[in-house]
Structure formats: C-alpha cells, structure tokens
C-alpha cells in the first residue's frame, strides 16, 4: 500500500510494483501470455511478424469476446453453459435467414441481436425469479436450444450467408502498411473490449462485482439485485451473438460451430483470475485469458505436439494455473479465516464494503483485512476464504 | 414483529413436505402424465417391457448421479465422470480380453484407477485449492487426451459371463438396476451413519464453520471424488457389459457430467452443498428415464427430445426450489436465498438469529 501513497515512487521501486503485480494472480495470465508469445516465436519467428500476429488476434478474437460475456455473468456470482448454443444458433440463423440476399444482412442482424437479448433475458429471469440455479438454466437452455436448432436444420450444414455479410469474420481493411491486412474481427474486439472496460468501469458495472461478492450488502446498499443478474445474463447472450456473426464469416454455417464454447469461455476467464462465485475479477484479464488459451493451442501446434494431447495439455495447464493463484491468494490471507470471530474485531462497517466490492489490489485488502468484522450470518458462503479457492 | 410470525407460519406448512417427498411426487405426476400420453399412441406404459425399458434406463445415469450427489453435497462438482465412464470401459474390456477368469482382476483394477483419479480430483480440489468445476474439468480433459491418444476405436472383449449382467433380470426388473439400488442403500446408510458421511455435510453446508468444529474439512471431499469416480467406473463396467467391448467415446456420447448434475439437483440436492439426499437423486434420475421413455415410445424426433429434456431440467426445478425455498434455514441458503423472505429485509440481525431459532 506504501508504493501507492508514496508521492514519487522511484523507478525502481515502480518495477518491483510491476513485477509484483505480474507475478501476483492478477498479473498471472499476462506472464503466462508473455512466455506463451515468447515460445511460440522461439519455435516459429515468423509468428512475430506484424501480419502474422493480427492473423493471431482474428482467430482468437470470438473466443475472447465469449469470455467477457461470460466474464460479467461469473464476476456476477453465476455460471453461462448456454453461450456454445447461442453462437450455433447465431451462425445457424445467419446462414439460414439470410441466404444469399444481402440486403437481408441489416435485418437480420438486428433479429439476432434482439433473439440473443431475449434468451439473455430468459435465462436471467428464470435465475432471478424462479431462483433456479444458473448452472441449471443454463444447462437447460443449451439442451433446449441445441435441439431446436438441430431440429429446425435437420442436423447437417447448411448454406453460406451472402459474401457480404461474411466479410465481418473474414474481411478486414486492406492494404495497410505494417500489419497489411487489420480484420474486422480484431476491430470488433477492440470495441467489445472497451466498451467492456468503460462498462466496468461505470457503477453499474461495479455493482454486477458488488452482487457476485455479497448479494446480501449488495441488496441493503440499494441494488436492484434481479435487474443487475439478469443484465449479466443479457450481457452474456449479446457477446456469444457477436462472437457468432464473426464466426459465420471464419468458419461458415455448420451445427458444431460454438460447441464448446462455453467451457472454452470459463476456462479462459478462470485463467484470467476471475473467482468462480463471483466478486473479484478483471475483465481485461478474462480476455487475456482467452489469448493465453488459444496461444498455448499455437505453440502445441508449432511444438509439433499431436492433436490429441492438446486436452491433456489444457487440462495441466488450467489445474496448474488456478490452483498457482488460489495457493499465492491463500498464503496472503493465511490464518486471517480464522480471525473473524475473535473479539478484536474493530467495529467499522463502514469500511467493509469498500474492501469487499472493490476490485483494488489483495495488497490492500491485506491491510485492512484484520479491521473486518464476521460475515452476515445469512452469507457466509459469501465469505473471502471460501471463495479463495477457485 | 408481526411481519416475522406470518413467514414462518407460512414456513411451518411447507416443512412438512420433505425434499425426496417432492421429488416423489414430482415422480408419480410424470409417470402419470407419460402413462396417459402413452396411451394416448395405443400402447401400455406399465407392460413389463416397458417397465424394464425405464429401469434399465436408470441404471447408468443412476450410477454416476449417486456419486455426483456425494460430490455436490460437498459443495464441489465432478465433470471428470464422462472421462472416467469411458476409461473405465476400455480398462475392463482390453483386462477382460474375452476370458471369464479375468473379471476380477479387471473389476479390481478398474476400482483402483477410478479410485486414484478421484483421488487426484479430491487433492486438487481440497490441497491446491482449485474450485471443484476447473480440477475436474481439467483431469477430465487430460483423461481425454490419454484416450485420443491411444485408442482409435472400441477395443477389447467382454466375457458372456460379464455381459449377463447388462442383459439379465429378476422378473422384470434388471440386474444392473438391482446393482445400482444397492449401491444407491450403501450410499444412503453412508451418508446417514458413518462419520465421514456426515461430516460431507458440514463441509459443503460451511466449510468454515466445519473447521471451527474441528472436522478435517479435506477428507470428506476428498472421500467424495474418489467415491463418485469408483461409481463413474461402475458405470463403466455396465456399459461394458452392456455394448460388449471398450469404447473411447461411451461417456462423452451419455453427455453423463451435465445429466448427472442435472438429476442431483432435480432430486432436490443443493448446488452449492450442504443438503440432499440419494433417495432424491435416484428420483431425479428416474424422472429423466420416464420422460426419455415416453418420448422413445411416442417417436419424438431425436434433436427435439433435447428440447424437452433441458425444458424439463428448468421447470422441475423451478417447480422444486419454488415449494422449498422457504423451508430452507438461512445458513444453508446462498446469499440469494435471502432476498425473498420479507422479514429479514427489516429486521435487525438479532430478529434474525431470533426467527431463524423459531423455525430451526
């Protein structure tokens, strides 16, 4: 905290601050992505060139945009299972709907914006009102969805959009003179990631952290808690819909497009340091997460490792990450679980739920975690400890 | 505080229906409901054949879904099981090689490798710290990448003795539904009796507050996965038993991870740990094989049988949390349980320490 209050901090302390902050679980992912690029450039040089980097960032980018949906809905304290089946229905929609007409394209984009918001919108009330799980709601919507889908197509591929409408996955503005070709897609991600950002930045999307960690002071601080969760879900279903309009023009209209999708999104927001049962996440690092993940494919690839052991690899990987961050969280707070209910406990609520809803530093919250008073009976599940460990 | 009486009188009517007595409920209306739909095509939902049709039906999911229980109640998931079904499978299958003399040694091994992957799944999970829904769909994708690696397709041969069990029954009921029940009564005497049973509760109804009275809050988790992987195995045995050979992708094919999750929490277990049952589980369990049976025999087009499924999945559920919201105590609830009970919104904390006695 002392390097944040200091006036002028020297440069050298600055670089202690940043290394910290790299090695910390916040700044794991950057590291990982950083060694993953270096590697793959070892292997391949030819993977540091301009053009073929922003190659790089096409493909990931619908895979990037997922995990910020889904980053919203698990900061938010929930799971999404159902955005692989929103981006199969998106590409199926766009193939089928619009054909080979392109003044379709306007139109029908926008009936896909609205159906994503509307199963956004479903899966958020039934969470909120029926007070289902979301892992069932989910899980259900992806059933259900799937099957209409497969059903209404019959289970096979069908026709490609008009050309037009592909160029957004695969177009770009050409002729540039260092990266050649910028694709849409990267500049789609670009947006999405600010407007991410700004939207994290403003007190809505604070309150979307302040739910995930603690609905019970979320709600006493005048949140409207069903509106805030069910905006998540909406958020979510709106990104696999854009993710879906890239990947119609990447990989064209086929069922299995998007499968996988979901469990691709939490892996990559998990390895961003985002706590599963919400509460503490960065959604820059969500989408450095999906970066990483699909770097790491890369550089399988490039190793000349078979395809079939990429799941194994994966699996190391995401196990080795999380639980590096989830023991380095835990050795911070060591012996602090035990010290709520001890009578030193300093009476000063007020400054609880700033350490709480704040996404600042563990540093930070270290200093002030010995003044923070017991847990609301009602949540305790809610508590920092449990939720370490992710 | 007036406002606090009607709540918990509210309450007090609703306790009296217990979580598997819903679920039984919710059971005997959709057998209903599919006997008359049933009957509406001309045929006879309770003809024998049927009868063992839904049964065998349970037998597998029913396996995973006790261990799935187990898991869930300990406030942690297992997406490994698919994995875990499939490996077990070609284990059994290629030790088996078409010989009766080996069933044991297979069975055995089988056991032992499921065993240490629940085992690695319950390490992970209570020592590393990584929340249950990562570790194990981590171990499940290394499992998978060990069987892409090294099997092309079905391998081995299972003995006829050994695919006896799949094919026969007791009347109309099948042995492999027998198996699964017995183990679902080992379970359930598990979870009731033994130490470590119960203290699955207390970890997965608060972790901490199981430490602070002095459980070991690691080995009940860890008991856990190496159980639910030791009945994902099972599961792969009958699946062996029942195909006759290994297969790489029995498991994945089931869809067995999310279905079991799903037949957990359609038998009334908590998500987030601390409350349920196996009774429950198997009822949840036999809702999927009813409803998968009516549409079998009503011909439903196969894709649109997902449809109803994850229908299913949602409005059972929201049926159930709807009648039992209420009746649950506040420490065992989420923090979004909170929100509909009117009373807390007022009332001071010690109110709620007060009322939540009177209902206790």
Redesign the interface.
């Known amino acids: 905290m002392s390097a944040v209050t200091t006036p002028q901090p020297t440069v050298g302390q600055r670089l202690a601050g940043f290394g910290r902050t790299l090695i910390s679980p916040r700044g794991a992912v950057f590291l990982l992505l950083i060694v993953l690029l270096i590697a793959i450039t070892l292997l391949n040089p030819s993977f540091a060139e301009p053009s073929q980097f922003i190659r790089f960032v096409q493909r990931v980018a619908p895979v990037a945009i997922v995990a910020i949906g889904q980053y919203f809905v698990i900061v938010g304290?929930e799971f999404d299972?159902s955005m692989g089946s929103v981006v199969t229905a998106q590409v199926v929609i766009a193939g089928n709907l619009i054909g080979q007409d392109e003044s379709k394209s306007l139109p029908v984009l926008l009936l896909m914006l609205v159906f994503g918001a509307v199963i956004g919108l479903i899966n958020g009330l039934?969470v909120t009102m029926?007070?289902?799980?979301s892992?069932?709601?989910t899980?259900?919507?992806?059933?259900?969805?799937?099957?209409?889908i497969?059903?209404w197509t019959g289970?096979a591929a069908t026709g490609n959009p008009a050309d037009g409408f592909r160029e957004i996955g695969r177009g770009g503005i050409r002729d540039l003179p260092v990266i050649d070709i910028l694709p849409w897609s990267v500049v789609v991600l670009v947006v999405v990631l600010a407007l991410a950002i700004w939207f994290g930045r403003r007190p809505f999307g604070r309150t979307i952290i302040a739910l995930g960690d603690?609905?019970?002071t979320a709600?006493y601080s005048g949140t409207r808690?069903w509106w805030v969760k069910t905006s998540t879900f909406i958020i979510s279903s709106l990104s696999a819909t854009v993710a879906g309009v890239l990947l119609v023009g990447y990989a064209g209209v086929h069922p299995s497009v998007g499968r996988g999708y979901e469990?691709t999104a939490?892996?990559a927001v998990?390895l961003g340091g985002v706590v599963?049962?919400g509460g503490r996440g960065w959604v820059v690092a969500a989408a450095a997460g999906a970066f990483a993940l699909e770097a790491l494919f890369t550089l399988l690839n490039f190793a000349g490792v078979?395809s079939?052991?990429?799941?194994?690899?994966?699996?190391?990987i995401?196990?080795l990450a999380?639980?590096y961050s989830?023991?380095t969280l835990?050795a911070r707070r060591k012996g602090r679980?035990?010290e709520a209910?001890t009578p030193q406990i300093s009476p000063d609520p007020s400054s609880d739920p700033a350490t709480q809803t704040s996404p600042a530093p563990a540093e930070e919250q270290d200093a002030a975690a010995s003044a923070r008073p017991a847990p609301?009976?009602?949540?305790?599940?809610?508590?920092n400890?449990?939720k370490?460990?992710? | 505080m007036s406002t606090a009486t009607a709540p918990s009188v509210r309450r007090g009517r609703r306790r009296r229906l217990d979580a598997s007595l819903i679920v039984g409920i919710a059971l005997v209306g959709v057998i209903i409901i599919g006997a008359i739909l049933v009957a509406s095509v001309g045929r006879n939902f309770f003809s024998a054949g049927n009868i063992r049709d839904i049964l065998t039906g349970m037998s597998v999911l029913g396996f995973v879904a006790i261990g799935q229980t187990l898991v869930i109640l300990c406030a942690s998931l297992d997406l490994s099981v698919p994995y875990v079904i499939s490996l077990s499978s070609l284990i059994a299958a290629d030790l088996m090689a078409g010989n009766p003399a080996n069933i044991p040694l297979a069975v055995v091994t089988v056991v032992v490798v499921a065993g240490l992957i629940g085992l690695a799944n319950g390490l992970i999970v209570t020592k590393l710290k990584v929340n249950g829904f990562i570790a194990t769909l981590g171990t499940g994708l290394i499992i998978k990448g060990y069987l892409d690696s090294n099997y092309k397709g079905t391998s081995g041969e299972v003995p006829w003795e050994f695919q006896l069990i799949g094919a026969t029954g007791v009347g109309p009921v099948p042995v492999s539904t027998l198996l699964m029940l017995a183990v679902a009564v080992i379970g359930a005497f598990f979870l009731a009796r033994t130490r470590v049973g119960n203290h699955m509760f207390a970890v997965g109804g608060n972790e901490q507050v199981a430490r602070l009275s002095g459980i070991r809050t690691a080995r009940p988790v860890i008991v856990a996965h190496m159980l639910c992987s030791i009945t994902a195995a099972f599961a792969g045995l009958l699946l062996a038993s029942r195909l006759g050979v290994g297969s790489p992708t029995v498991g994945i094919q089931g869809g067995y991870d999310l279905l079991s999750i799903a037949a957990v929490v359609l038998g009334g277990t908590l998500l987030m740990g601390g409350r349920g049952s196996i009774w429950g589980t198997i009822g949840g369990v036999a809702i999927f094989a009813v409803v998968d049976n009516v549409m079998s025999v009503m011909q439903v087009n196969p894709f649109l049988k997902d449809v109803v499924r994850g229908v299913v999945i949602v409005a059972a559920v929201a049926v159930y949390t709807s009648r039992s919201l209420d009746r649950r105590r506040p420490r065992f609830g989420s923090g979004a349980a909170a929100p509909d009970r009117p009373a807390d919104r007022s009332a001071p904390p010690s109110a709620v320490a007060h009322e939540k006695e009177a209902s206790a």
């Open positions: 304290g299972l039934i029926l007070k289902v799980p892992f069932i709601v899980l259900g919507m992806m059933l259900a969805l799937l099957g209409a497969l059903y289970g603690n609905p019970t709600r808690n469990f939490i892996t998990v599963l049962g078979p079939t052991y990429r799941d194994a690899v994966q699996g190391a995401i196990i999380v639980a989830a023991t835990r679980a035990l209910p609301i009976p009602s949540t305790q599940r809610a508590d400890e449990t370490g460990g992710s």
